[in-house]
């Protein structure tokens, strides 16, 4: 439809007939002032427009608005910013200027050549504008029609591209006709052979698809092959919220990509407070780390045991100014030193949570110690020992007597304890004989293990002599 805009502009330097009203005074209606000095010059008892402490409103209204007609309204307040649906302004004093753009809109098309006026009027104003719209629903192609046109299969109208069929014929170029057996033109309507007419989704008429309506969204194409809410999902959510569904396909929002737009381009969060990404060991991808250095772990990747630390790679620039009596100046030093911010000390302290000691051992079985700290600018805060910690060589005959005594002392407590197990072994056993010799209670005439001297033996027998028997003892 055609919008047709009209700008009004209205200055408060007219007010003086506005302000008395509000002030509940008299009107000044000079139609012809328009500023406050010849307003002052017309009608002296508006004196109170000189002064700036007065605040007034401006808004806009209608008269006679047609219908047929939208109005939009587009507020310039005197800040110099537009307010697009409203109508007035506040807040305004003398010498401020408030702007509105109005702009048209036909809801239709009059049948015949018509003219309207309505008019716009600031609220307490004299003062209007009218508005004359004349509605033009013709276009210039329109004079050049095409009567029974080939294009319309001779049975409709050409006219500004397309076909105005002829009754009783339907069709962008008007190739059916009403009530005719459709099943020649359903072949048109499939998406490819032995496919469903108008995929399932819709009626085919006259070589076109007409698609059903659904209550999950919109389906549409020239073979109903298309909708607005079969793409994929995150938990739930079309296009995860951040996209657009077209035919199945997400279109992902500025800032999003993935097949369901749930993965954010947005890198601030794999990135470390030494402003690092990933700790420059993996890609961010969909906001998280992924790590790509072999051993690398942890959210941001930080966590490498296999990797070359930071305490290896910045070895080099403390030896080089070790080597080169602390002089960052020298070419070498300045090279391997060049993200470093070096701090000398006596003594290491590590009072910095966020600080990392590293200690590596020296030619001469040296330790030197130093600190770093990433820095927000990408800089390194190296904090150096002085000079390296060097203990003093022990003398090997010392050693060697240690070792030799601590054999001895070892050796003899062993003995020592071997020689207390003993005797106390001893003295058990001992307590115990003369514990059994105490219990013993007989004399020595009765004792079990004497002999005599002398032994006797009684021998019973009978033998026979000279006819005889006897029978008696034989000593």
């Given amino acids: 439809m055609p919008r047709a805009p009209a700008p009004l502009y209205a200055c408060l330097l007219g007010l003086c007939a506005l302000l008395p009203r509000l002030a509940g005074l008299n009107i000044c209606t000079s139609g012809s002032a328009t500023s406050c000095e010849e307003c002052l010059l017309i009608h002296p008892k508006c004196a109170w427009c000189s002064k700036e402490s007065i605040r007034s409103k401006v808004e806009l209204s209608v008269w006679d608005q047609p219908e047929d007609l939208n109005l939009f309204f587009t507020a310039t307040c005197q800040d110099g910013v537009s307010y697009p649906g409203q109508r007035k302004c506040e807040g305004l004093k003398i010498g401020d200027t408030a702007s509105f753009e109005v702009s048209l809109e036909a809801r239709s098309c009059p049948s015949r050549h018509t003219e309207h006026v309505f008019a716009l009027r600031p609220v307490g ?30 049975s409709g109208t050409y006219v500004c591209g397309l076909c105005e069929c002829s009754p009783g014929y339907l069709g962008t170029r008007c190739e059916c006709q009403d009530g005719e057996n459709q099943s020649v033109y359903q072949n048109l309507c499939r998406e490819a052979e032995g496919k469903p007419l108008c995929s399932g989704r819709g009626d085919c008429s006259c070589n076109q698809c007409s698609c059903f309506e659904s209550e999950f969204g919109k389906i549409y194409g020239p073979f109903c092959e298309c909708d607005n809410f079969s793409c994929a999902r995150n938990k739930g959510v079309l296009c995860s919220g951040h996209g657009e569904c077209h035919c199945g396909e997400c279109k992902c929002h500025a800032g999003y990509i993935g097949d369901n737009c749930n993965c954010s381009t947005d890198i601030s969060t794999c990135r470390g407070r030494d402003g690092q990404i990933c700790s420059e ?51 070498t030093c300045h090279s391997l030193c060049r993200d470093e911010v070096i701090t000398w000390v006596d003594t290491i302290v590590k ?105 006797t033996h009684t021998v019973d027998f009978t033998f026979n002599k000279f006819n005889k028997s006897y029978n008696g003892t034989v000593d």
Avoid at 298 to 321: F, I
Avoid at 384 to 407: D, K, Q, Y
Wanted: aromatic letters at 6%; hydrophobic letters at 35%.
């Fill in 351 to 455: 009072d910095d949570q966020e600080a990392v000691l590293c200690f590596y051992k020296t030619a001469k079985d040296c330790v030197m110690m130093f600190t770093y700290v990433e820095l927000p600018s990408g800089k390194s805060n190296l904090t150096v020992l002085r000079e390296p910690e060097c203990g003093n060589t022990p003398n090997a005959m010392t050693i060697l007597l240690a070792v030799v005594g601590s054999i001895l002392l070892v050796g003899l407590a062993l003995l020592a304890i071997w020689k207390l197990l003993v005797t106390i072994h001893d003295r058990r056993e001992f307590a115990k004989f003369q514990s059994e010799r105490s219990r013993a209670r007989y004399e020595m005439a009765s004792n079990p293990l004497y002999r005599k001297p002398i032994s």
């Fill in 125 to 154: 104003f004299r003062d209007s504008l009218e508005v004359g719209v004349t509605y033009n629903c013709t276009c210039g192609c329109s004079v050049g029609l095409e009567p029974n046109s080939a294009r319309c299969n001779g």
């Fill in 281 to 331: 060991r993996g890609h961010c991808l969909c906001g998280q780390c992924q790590c790509t250095e072999p051993g690398a772990f942890g959210e941001m990747c930080e966590k490498c045991p296999t990797c070359p630390d930071a305490c290896s790679t910045k070895r080099d620039c403390v030896e080089c100014l070790l080597l080169h009596s602390g002089k960052p100046d020298n070419q």
